[in-house]
């Protein structure tokens, strides 16, 4: 049998002690390597939406440091010539209302499904989660033919109304998960308050649930901006977003970069402001639900 | 202000566990009610039917003069302080306490004048401007507070509000509530589980046990005449002691024997407990309070008539004041449900001790000049005046005026 002396610091993780003899220095000059990185492709296609066509096509991005004077705005007027303007307002039209609808009946959903009790409130939560796991694919042909019917296909609307459809399971999940952290008793003073169930729900609980809504409202944002598919199938060309707007610029022997770079570097730029706006609530809502 | 009666008030939850059974309950206009009882016992639940928060599945409750049994909370005119004060965290201390009158559309000079008040009154003012997660746990606890006094409510309902607070912070806010109530004078009705929060706070107490009520009265005559076993043993700290004893009657009148000593019973007693004499020759339930004992040596002066008990301390806890002295007696402790429920109630101090056979842990309370040690022989007198007796089958308490009627 052998016999242990305790000495020395308690023990700790393997990476905890990594970073200690390598040095935090050393560690965070990785991290922004990394992070540089990453942001080389979006770099890149800034440089290509500034360059002469010319130059794109004979050299790489990168030589164009050493040569300032191939850089011009031409392919950003290219782009406004081709009514791409039209465009990025569907993709806004489309974009703005599809998060505010989720929010907004998601939340009050979520609220019914956490605090107020209803019959067959439990399963009808469940059927809602299930729905999380149905692909948008099946539905694009039954949904077509629905909005054939009812005259909506081609339309905003029906983009708008699809994009809610499949984001609102995510969206009450989510939320319901978040209502339930908020202690009972809260809910419980603000009716000795006097106030309303509605009142209950504007005033103390959606104030309280801002980081939750925060990131959900980042989430379903992207996902709409960002959405192809839903597009491809739903809006016709006078409803385009940019997305679509960009795919009819391919061609199918040439790359027509000087249209797309612009293009796809000024998609990019709202969702980044976004982002960084919402941030601080972006990283706090993604931990809410997970550690109570 | 005003009266709140509970009339056989039942709680019956799915599945149908009784939670209340037919309560009734008078709380008077402007009386400080304390819902004492081990957790379970329903105290919460009644109080929560109170507020509107909980159905009532029987019975009826009146406040004022209005039946509310299926008023909702808002239209019910009582305020709550929540165990965990329930502010809301994204409002000011301000903001809080104005939410309820907002609500109500109160005119805003009114509110500033009554939040002002409140603010005042419980020295938060200063503090107004603050958000909840910028207090203490005693001044959350005060903002708490002063959300339920700027209503000025027709009541008063309090659901453990002081045991989020650590020992010496609760002293002082007991106090403080005691003082508000006096200046309020509003109807309250408080739950706890502490019976020295019970004692100190209640004008009455109401004792509740697995949603039945065991007995309503005010403080100390639950301490000197408890209704049966279970508020005997749940009242009062260290908790009374208990012995399964015989009634005799000898040469020198009546005594009560058990466990090797014999204590005469004096002739009042009989008097004062009316039924007494008919338990002569038989067993029956003996009670003595800690308090009831002291030392045999420091006592002589006035203990002139108190009957004399030698034992041998095997612990002893110094209070400063007073000593509590554990000593064994050779009798198996009393196995009555009553007794058993009461214990599991109260703090186990004594449960860590292994007991040997079939001996019982007894707790003298002593004058703390009788320093005694641990091992040391020690004569203890009995205030023979102040025994309690209990039926050992129904575990009531004999000749108590509540249970002559049955």
Redesign the interface.
């Known amino acids: 049998m052998t016999t242990s002396t305790i000495a020395g610091a308690p023990r700790r993780g393997v990476l905890s002690r990594v970073t200690d003899r390598i040095g935090g220095g050393v560690i965070q000059a990785l991290m922004v390597l990394i992070g540089v990185f990453w942001l080389v492709p979006t770099l890149g296609l800034f440089v290509v939406s500034i360059r002469e066509e010319a130059a794109n096509n004979s050299t790489g991005w990168w030589t164009a440091f050493t040569k300032p004077a191939e850089f011009t705005l031409k392919s950003y007027g290219d782009l406004l010539a081709t009514g791409f303007t039209s465009s990025f307002w569907n993709t806004v039209a489309i974009t703005v209302p599809a998060t505010i609808l989720v929010i907004g009946i998601a939340a009050m959903a979520a609220y019914a499904f956490a605090w107020m009790d209803f019959p067959g409130r439990d399963p009808l939560f469940l059927v809602v989660v299930g729905l999380l796991v149905v692909p948008i694919q099946i539905a694009l042909i039954p949904i077509a033919k629905l909005y054939g019917a009812l005259g909506i296909f081609g339309s905003i609307a029906g983009v708008v109304l699809f994009h809610v459809a499949f984001g609102l399971p995510f969206a009450i999940f989510l939320l319901r998960n978040f209502f339930v952290g908020i202690?009972a008793?809260?809910l419980?003073?603000?009716?000795?308050?006097?106030?309303?169930e509605w009142?209950i729900f504007s005033?103390?609980v959606f104030?309280?649930a801002k980081p939750a809504i925060a990131s959900l409202g980042i989430f379903q944002f992207l996902w709409v901006w960002n959405d192809l598919l839903v597009a491809l199938v739903f809006a016709d060309s006078d409803n385009q977003p940019m997305t679509k707007a960009l795919q009819s610029q391919m061609r199918q022997f040439g790359t027509n970069i000087d249209i797309l770079a612009p293009g796809a570097f000024l998609s990019l730029i709202i969702p980044l402001v976004l982002f960084f706006a919402f941030q601080r609530y972006f990283v706090q809502g993604m931990m809410a639900g997970s550690v109570k | 202000m005003a009266s709140i009666v509970l009339r056989n008030v039942d709680k019956i939850y799915a599945g149908g566990v009784k939670a209340v059974n037919s309560i009734n309950l008078e709380i008077k206009d402007g009386e400080f009610m304390v819902l004492v009882g081990p957790s379970g016992c329903g105290k919460s639940t009644a109080l929560r039917m109170i507020a509107g928060l909980e159905d009532i599945s029987g019975g009826e409750i009146i406040i004022g003069d209005r039946v509310v049994n299926h008023l909702p909370p808002k239209d019910r005119d009582i305020a709550m302080v929540f165990q965990n004060y329930a502010l809301y965290p994204h409002m000011t201390v301000e903001e809080n306490l104005a939410f309820g009158l907002k609500l109500r559309k109160m005119p805003k000079a009114e509110i500033s004048k009554r939040v002002n008040e409140a603010a005042k009154m419980l020295g938060l003012e200063q503090y107004l401007k603050r958000k909840p997660a910028a207090l203490s746990g005693g001044q959350r606890q005060r903002v708490a507070m002063g959300r339920a006094i700027v209503r000025e409510p027709q009541a008063f309902l309090m659901d453990e509000p002081l045991s989020n607070l650590d020992a010496k912070l609760r002293v002082s806010m007991r106090a403080s509530l005691n003082t508000l109530h006096e200046r309020l004078g509003v109807t309250t009705v408080y739950v706890t589980h502490d019976q020295v929060e019970a004692m100190t706070l209640g004008d009455r107490v109401c004792v509740l046990r697995d949603g039945l009520l065991q007995q309503v009265d005010t403080p100390q005559n639950l301490f000197d005449n408890p209704v049966n076993l279970f508020v005997a043993g749940f009242m009062g700290s260290p908790s009374m002691n208990f012995v399964n004893a015989e009634l005799v009657r000898g040469d020198g009148g009546a005594s009560v024997a058990f466990a090797g000593f014999n204590l005469p019973v004096p002739q009042e007693t009989f008097t004062e407990k009316p039924g007494l004499d008919q338990y002569i020759g038989k067993k029956l339930i003996l009670g003595i309070r800690p308090s009831d004992f002291d030392d045999a040596v420091i006592a002589n002066g006035h203990a002139g008539g108190w009957a004399r008990l030698p034992v041998r301390a095997e612990v002893t806890e110094e209070l400063g004041s007073e000593i509590n002295v554990l000593f064994l007696i050779d009798a198996p402790p009393v196995q009555h449900q009553d007794t058993v429920a009461a214990a599991d109630a109260g703090d186990d101090e004594e449960a860590a001790l292994p007991l040997v056979g079939d001996k019982s842990l007894w707790t003298a309370r002593v004058n703390s000049r009788s320093h005694v040690r641990p091992g040391q022989n020690i004569e203890l007198v009995v205030d023979t005046h102040n025994l309690h007796f209990f039926d050992p089958t129904s575990g009531l308490a004999v000749g108590h005026p509540a249970n002559a009627r049955v």
Request: aromatic letters at 0%; glycine letters at 6%; charged letters at 25%.
């Open positions: 202690p008793s809260l419980e003073a603000a009716r000795m308050d006097g106030a309303s009142r005033t103390v104030p309280l």
